[in-house]
Structures are given as C-alpha cells and as structure tokens.
C-alpha cells in the first residue's frame, strides 16, 4: 500500500526540480566573478529494500556564491521550500544546514570542518602587484585574471583574509575535469614562476 506513505524521495525530487528549474536561474550576477550557481550534486533515500517507500532522503547541494552573498541568504531559499512541502503535505519536517565534515591531515590531525567558504576577489595592489612585476623580471607576460574554478583560496582569503594568489601549469579549462592533465614544459614555466613569486616576497 505504497500510496498510504509519503515518499521522501518524490519530495526530494520536488526539491530537486525547484533547485534547478526555478532557484539557480534567478541567483546573483557579479560583474568579474560571473554568477553564482546552485547544483545537485548527491541524492539518498533510505530505507533502500523493498516493499518499503523510503521515509528519509537527502540531497546535497553545491552552492557557488558571489561576493556580499551570507549563509542566512543561501540556506533562506532551500530552508522556504521545505516549508513549503511541509505545509502541502509533501512531507512531514525538513532541516537544511551547511555540510559538515570529518578530515583527516597528513600529519594525522583530525578535524571538523565546515563547508562554507565565502567568494573572494583581491585588489591588484600589495603582494599581487610584488608578484607581477616580479614575473614580468623574468620575462613572463603575467597578469591578473579570475578563475572560474574554486580553490584553497576560499579559506585564506575568503574566510581568514590572508592575502592569496593562485598560479599554476595547465589550461583553467580543464582544471577539475576528468581529463585534466599539464605538459611538462608548462610545469617546468610554472617553477620558474613560483621562484620569481618567492623572490617578490622576501625581497
């Protein structure tokens, strides 16, 4: 008697289609960062054995925000929508809450992490300007640009405020792909970067 039950995983999929359908496409636009994006990218419902619905789903979200965008304005959305499923009928409650994970260091260490890492954009002054003119020393034809990928930056910059810059071998376009790779002679170029960027900093 399936049709007795509420389902979590055709609520899960409501969720999912309003995500996608209705939430990403209206999301903030930044002029240099591009805009922020909403993205499904995990989706669980238990129990998994029949002749049982599932009464527990999950869904996990990739949340990429732009500059000025807060944790109460990313979860608000998400957090109105399980309100709103609940009040339907849909579903019975709902929580909705930034990923926290356990990580384990190379040393060992084990942490808790939290994954909310805010966007970030440094000016072209300070470490930035020592650098470039350190790689335009050495003959290369640096400048400053923004990569559509994320990195470690997030942290340093985005949440501790040390200031950060990002270079390295490769083509950005292929940079978390499944097909990434780096020729040896622009890793070779990328060491003689990273010399000239040390150089900037002690000198």
Request: proline share 5%; charged share 25%; with cysteine.
């Amino acid at each position: 008697m399936p049709e007795l039950g509420l389902n979590a995983l055709h609520a899960a999929s409501k969720m999912v289609s309003y995500v996608e359908e209705e939430l990403n496409p209206n999301l903030p636009f930044h002029q240099k960062l591009g805009k922020a994006t909403i993205a499904t990218i995990g989706l669980g419902a238990s129990p998994k054995v029949g002749p049982q619905i599932p009464d527990r789903s999950k869904i996990l979200f990739d949340r990429r925000m732009i500059l000025g965008e807060t944790e109460k304005e990313i979860l608000e959305p998400i957090k109105e929508k399980v309100d709103e499923l609940v009040g339907e009928g849909t579903v019975l409650d709902g929580t909705t809450r930034i990923l926290e994970e356990d990580i384990k260091c190379w040393t060992g260490k084990k942490l808790r992490t939290r994954d909310f890492f805010p966007s970030w954009l440094i000016e072209k002054t300070g470490i930035v300007q020592k650098a470039l003119k350190s790689l335009w020393k050495r003959g290369f034809h640096a400048d400053t640009h923004v990569w559509k990928f994320s990195t470690d930056g997030v942290y340093t910059y985005g949440l501790r405020g040390i200031p950060t810059v990002g270079i390295g071998p490769g083509e950005e376009a292929l940079a978390h792909q499944p097909n990434e790779h780096v020729g040896v002679r622009d890793v070779e170029k990328a060491v003689q970067a990273y010399v000239a960027i040390v150089e900037s900093l002690i000198s």
